[in-house]
Structures are given as structure tokens and as C-alpha cells.
């Protein structure tokens, strides 16, 4: 198998799937298909309204779809592609509920079928960089990590009805469940969640800032403060500057600490103590910056898919993982609910 063809479903969020798939050499995007009436192609690709028409037509000639359609038609579109045996790129969050994600491990599972689910930061060289850093004992036992994701959304982005609509829209689940993510993926799995979220600054249906504490299963815990409703230039889409569409800033948003040292991210740079001087708070320290390219994790994500698709890979973002992501989320709302810590 040498070229694939894929489909892109739901141009809201799939743009960025287009343009990484017409970027890549091996790749035929065959159709896209959106909610609006754009003619019968678009880029010069065919265009549907329906993702059932488009899968009748021409699901026997793909080898695979990226999905980025709303939440509750994630268990759907995931059976439909079972049924033909039709490899998924599903963006995140895996769906709505706990529930539902249940629902598609079971389907994945049963039919065989391959998966990736879209959190796509595990492409990113600065956050494999970071988890390499962890995993190689850079900072020795890790103690803890501070996250921040703060920004000011504009009042017209709050216009489309399921960005206010509580159990779909609101940070934590569009945001900040990749920042959750992030911290299973470099730190490993958490074992216990507090949080408490609220709506009282911009007075929607859904959470506008909140704080979450974690515990994780090898004693490590983190903190995270999150608000989309403060200006800001400490939050990930903007600190990592790997999405042009954001305005760039050169701090750090997220904090990793361990026993022998300390790393920002995502400028990378590590603290320790100068060896020669011995350690203790008083003593001098030493800082280094690690090198590292900057990479689209969009692209990397697309070329991972296609690779799953060929059989050289185990997709890296399963059913199961971004289940445990979604319930680590929902354990947030839960304890701000009812004022206790969620064990996992």
C-alpha cells in the first residue's frame, strides 16, 4: 500500500486535517464533507453534506477517515466505519460521556478496528522532549508540576450554541483535557482528582475558570489553573507556538519538578545545582536549554494515522487512553460538584 485515500468529516475543526493531508506525499484526499452547501468541490475535492452518502459512495475506496464532527456523533460515526472496516482518526474528546466512550472501546474492540483519537500534543516534539526528560531521570524523582491555561476568548466565539452548552462545550472539555493529557502522557496515570470549577465570570452554562488538583499513581501531583475568560499569554496554544493561528509568546505555561532539578515548559530549560557546589537553596545552580524543533503535531498526527492504517504502527492514542483522559475531566466536575476528591 503505498498512497492512501482519506476522507475528511466535519470542516469545523477539519481544516487543519485538510491542509496536513494535501501536505503530505502519499496521501489522496478523496472527499470532505461538511454541514454547509460549498458546491461539489471544494479545493477541488468532492464535497458532501452527508458522511453516510459520502461512506456509500466511496467507502470501499478508502483506506481511512479523519472525523472531526461534533461529540455525541462520535459512537455513530464509529460504528458506521466498523461496519466496512474503515480505519478512524477521531478527534478529541473520544465523546460526551464516560458512557459513550465505553461504547467505543467496545466497538473498536469487537470489529478490530484501527483507532486514533485525536489528542494530538503527543506529537509534538516539545512534549516528547519533556516526557523524554522525565523518563531518563533528568530531574530525578518526580515531586510534582504546575500547569497554567489562561486566555480571553472573544465574545464571538461563545455565538455557536454547543460552545455554552453544559456536557459538550466550555474549557475543560475543548481546552484543557489536552493539558490533562499532556500530564498522563509525561508524568504517568493519575490515581485521585479535586477540583472546583465555575461560570460566575462570564455567566454561561459552562465552566469559565476553575482549578484542579491531581494525584498520580507514583506519588507525583500537579496543580492547574484554568480561566478562558482573563488576558493572557501563559497558555499552550500560544507558549508553543506551534498553531500559527495563535499570537506567539515566549513563556512557559507548564512547570515539571523533581528531586535533582526543574523544567519550564515548553522553552525547555533545566535547572539543577552545580555539582561542584552541592545542592541546597542557597547554593548556586545551573541551567541548560534543551534544543528542539518545532514541528506541526497536526501533520505528525495525519502521518501516524496513515501508518496505522499500513500496519507499521500501534496507534499511540487508543480508545482506552482517551477514555482515561475524559474520566480524569469528568472526575473534576464531579468533585466540584460534590466537594470531594474522585479516586480513580
Known amino acids: 500500500m503505498s498512497n492512501l485515500n482519506l476522507a475528511v468529516i466535519g470542516l469545523a475543526h477539519g481544516w487543519k486535517f485538510v491542509d496536513a493531508a494535501m501536505e503530505m506525499e502519499g496521501v489522496n484526499l478523496m472527499a470532505l464533507c461538511g454541514q454547509k452547501d460549498r458546491g461539489a ?15 456509500k459512495d466511496l467507502g470501499s475506496e478508502l483506506d481511512g477517515i479523519v472525523a472531526a464532527v461534533p461529540n455525541d456523533l462520535h459512537v455513530e460515526v464509529t460504528w458506521e466505519a466498523a461496519q466496512i472496516n474503515l480505519p478512524v482518526l477521531m478527534e478529541k474528546p473520544i465523546a460526551n460521556t464516560v ?8 466497538i473498536v474492540n469487537k470489529n478490530n478496528l484501527k483507532y486514533v483519537v485525536g489528542h494530538h500534543r503527543r506529537f509534538s516534539e516539545k512534549i516528547n522532549l519533556a516526557r523524554s526528560i522525565c523518563e531518563e531521570g533528568k530531574l530525578g524523582r518526580l515531586i510534582g508540576a504546575n500547569v497554567l491555561w489562561a486566555s480571553k476568548k472573544p465574545d464571538e466565539y461563545f455565538e455557536r450554541p454547543w460552545r455554552v452548552q453544559k456536557g459538550v462545550g ?3 472539555l475543548i481546552n484543557v483535557i ?7 502522557y509525561i ?16 455567566g ?14 507514583n506519588g507525583a501531583m500537579a496543580t492547574l489553573f484554568m480561566t478562558d475568560a482573563s488576558p493572557s499569554i501563559w497558555f499552550y496554544e500560544a507558549c508553543a507556538q506551534e498553531d500559527p493561528a495563535f499570537h506567539p509568546s515566549d513563556k512557559d505555561c507548564y512547570y515539571f519538578f523533581g528531586d535533582k532539578g526543574s523544567l519550564a515548559f ?14 541546597g537553596w542557597m547554593k548556586p545552580y545551573q541551567r541548560y536549554q534543551y534544543p528542539v524543533k518545532r514541528v506541526n503535531p497536526i501533520v505528525e498526527e495525519t502521518r501516524h494515522f496513515c501508518s496505522v492504517i499500513k500496519g507499521e504502527a500501534e496507534s499511540k492514542v487508543t480508545a482506552e487512553d482517551a477514555t482515561r483522559t475524559l474520566e480524569i475531566v469528568k472526575a473534576i466536575e464531579e468533585s466540584s460538584r460534590t466537594g470531594k476528591m474522585i479516586n480513580l
Open 178 to 184: 489536552h493539558d490533562v493529557d499532556d500530564l498522563r
Open 266 to 279: 515548553p522553552n525547555m530549560e533545566l535547572i539543577t545545582y552545580n555539582p561542584e557546589a552541592g545542592e
Open 99 to 106: 458512557e459513550e466512550g465505553k461504547q467505543i472501546i467496545d
Open 170 to 172: 466550555g474549557p475543560l
Open 187 to 202: 508524568i504517568g496515570e493519575i490515581e485521585a482528582v479535586q477540583g472546583r470549577v465555575t461560570n460566575e465570570f462570564r
Open 204 to 217: 454561561n452554562d459552562v465552566e469559565d475558570a476553575g482549578i484542579a488538583n491531581f494525584i498520580f499513581k
Open 41 to 55: 468541490t471544494v479545493r477541488g475535492v468532492p464535497y458532501y453534506q452527508g458522511y453516510k452518502e459520502l461512506l
